[in-house]
Each structure stands twice: as structure tokens, then as C-alpha cells.
């Protein structure tokens, strides 16, 4: 079966600081894969998405990256968070179809 | 305007009672769904639908695509029901509702 991780759970950041997020996927392979943020009391947001390794798409212009260096690997980064960074974080994987998308549990990301 | 729109935004029902929520599109799409959030930000898919209506224990979901609107329905709500409920579409990408969050009281 599949399965979607991502660390850290929770982190708390000071404004200007780096940050990487992690998402792996097990199960299967050449997923498509997105990352999502949630505000608070808003609804999801299309970060970026990938359909393979090394190919990124942004949703949104913003201070934060994302690369692919592996089939199962999607990395959320930033060179200096932002107070409006703060969020949740959630990946997501597909197939190809892009019919269902399935979520990893989410980062808890607070910037200070 | 978003692609996807829910409502009501916040409903607080009592324990017991039928609950409806709505969700209207306004792009293709190939497959709609409802996804639910618990309090702790899991999400977890509850139902994928491309037509009719599918029945899940005491979850209801219907779709009516020549009107491009789906709704959820909860028979005989429980607390533990509470959570935000999401609607989401499958077109060229993914769009997402902002989600109806739901209070069940006992």
C-alpha cells in the first residue's frame, strides 16, 4: 500500500531563517506530487506540483522554493522565512489520472 | 471568484440531526471530492464521485454534474462528525473549497 510521509510534525522558525521541509511517498511510483498551505481559518492554496523528477510548477510567487531530486522526494525550502510563512503545511501525491489526491499528515510550521 | 464554492462556511448542529452541505464548481472537471480535516490537520478522502451518488455508513454525497453541484449529507450527526469538511475538484488541477467547518453539540 501507499503512504506519504513528512517531518517535521511541528516546527517554530525565527523570521529570516532557512527552512526545508520534507515529503517521501512509498508504494509507488512517478507519483505527481503537490505541496499545499494552509492559513489559518482559510481554505487549501496550491504551492507547487511536480509530474517528475526535477520538474517543479509554482502556483503562487512567494519566498519559498521546491525541488524534486528523487522520484518519492519533495522538498519545500526556504532561504529566509517570512511572519506570513506561517502554516500548514500539507503534501499530497497523485497519479497520473490525477482522479484522488492522498495527504500526508502536515507540518505545523509558526514563524516568530 | 474561486473555482470552488462551499457552504455554509461554520455550522454548529445538534447531536442527532441531519446536516447538508453544499458545494458548486465552476470549471471541467473529471472526478469531485469530499475530503474531511479533523482538528489535529489530517485530511483523509471520504468520497470520490463523478456522477450520482455514493453512501458511505451514515455519509450521503451526491453530484449533479449538468449543474456542476454536490452535496454532503450526515444522517444522525455525532460529535464526533465535527470537523471541516472539504470540497475539491479534479479539472487541468486541483481546486479547493475553503471548507465548512462543522460543530456537532451532544
Redesign the interface.
Known amino acids: 500500500s501507499q503512504t506519504i510521509h513528512q517531518w517535521p510534525a511541528t516546527l517554530v522558525q525565527p523570521v529570516g531563517s532557512p527552512l526545508s521541509l520534507e515529503c517521501t511517498v512509498e508504494g509507488t511510483s512517478n507519483p505527481n506530487l503537490y505541496w499545499y498551505r494552509q492559513a489559518a481559518g482559510r481554505g487549501l492554496q496550491l504551492l507547487f506540483y511536480s509530474v517528475g523528477i526535477g520538474q517543479i510548477s509554482s502556483e503562487v510567487p512567494q519566498n519559498l522554493s521546491a525541488s524534486r531530486p528523487q522520484d518519492r522526494q519533495f522538498i519545500l525550502s526556504s532561504k529566509k522565512l517570512l511572519l506570513s510563512d506561517s502554516g500548514f503545511y500539507l503534501c499530497a501525491w497523485s497519479g497520473v489520472a490525477r482522479e484522488t489526491q492522498y495527504f500526508g499528515p502536515g507540518t505545523r510550521l509558526l514563524v516568530l | 471568484k474561486n473555482e470552488v464554492e462551499q457552504s455554509p462556511q461554520n455550522l454548529t448542529a445538534q447531536e442527532g440531526e441531519f446536516i447538508t452541505i453544499n458545494c458548486s464548481y465552476s470549471v471541467g472537471i473529471?472526478?469531485l471530492?469530499w475530503?474531511q480535516q479533523h482538528p489535529g490537520?489530517?485530511?483523509?478522502?471520504l468520497f470520490?464521485l463523478s456522477s450520482g451518488k455514493k453512501k458511505h455508513g451514515r455519509l450521503i454525497a451526491t453530484i449533479n454534474i449538468q449543474e456542476k453541484h454536490s452535496s454532503l449529507h450526515i444522517t444522525a450527526s455525532h460529535p464526533r462528525d465535527s470537523a471541516v469538511y472539504?470540497c475539491?475538484v479534479?479539472g487541468n488541477?486541483?481546486y479547493?473549497?475553503?471548507?465548512t467547518s462543522l460543530t456537532v453539540i451532544p
Open positions: 473529471s472526478a471530492h475530503l490537520g489530517g485530511i483523509v478522502s470520490m472539504i475539491a479534479a488541477q486541483f479547493f473549497g475553503t471548507g
